[in-house]
């Protein structure tokens, strides 16, 4: 018997296995699952990264970190240089 308990990230550590146990007592084999609702970070905002240039997916995260727009063109320009060398087989 499987007893799959759902839950949010706040009730797990409140919920005890061995409370659960004897409920499971007579079964031939018993296992308990916890599906714990963990919300999806999102950090683009619905947008689908594959959509996205990887210049505009570097500014979103260095945004993210804290950093200020105004700051952020040095680090794009160096990045620039990444984004347009030729890939090379590995």
Same mark, same amino acid.
Not at 3 to 10: A, D, F, G, H
Not at 11 to 32: K, T, Y
Not at 58 to 77: F, I, M, S
């Given at each position: 018997?499987?007893? *799959? *308990? =759902?839950?949010?990230?706040?009730?797990?550590?409140?919920?005890?296995?061995?409370?659960?146990?004897?409920?499971?007592?007579?079964?031939?084999?018993?296992q308990i699952n916890?599906?714990?609702?963990?919300?999806?970070?999102?950090?683009?905002?619905?947008?689908?990264p594959d959509t996205? =240039?990887?210049?505009?997916?570097? =500014?979103?995260?260095? #945004?993210?970190?804290?950093?200020?727009?105004?700051?952020?063109?040095?680090? #794009?320009?160096?990045?620039?240089?990444?984004?347009?060398?030729?890939?090379?087989?590995?």
């Amino acid at each position: 018997m499987r007893l *799959v *308990v =759902t839950m949010t990230p706040e009730q797990e550590p409140q919920l005890r296995d061995a409370v659960l146990m004897p409920l499971l007592e007579g079964a031939f084999f018993a296992q308990i699952n916890r599906d714990i609702d963990r919300a999806a970070r999102d950090r683009l905002n619905g947008m689908d990264p594959d959509t996205l =240039t990887p210049e505009h997916l570097l =500014t979103r995260y260095l #945004l993210g970190k804290g950093r200020v727009e105004a700051d952020l063109a040095p680090y #794009l320009e160096e990045a620039r240089t990444i984004f347009e060398e030729p890939e090379t087989a590995a």
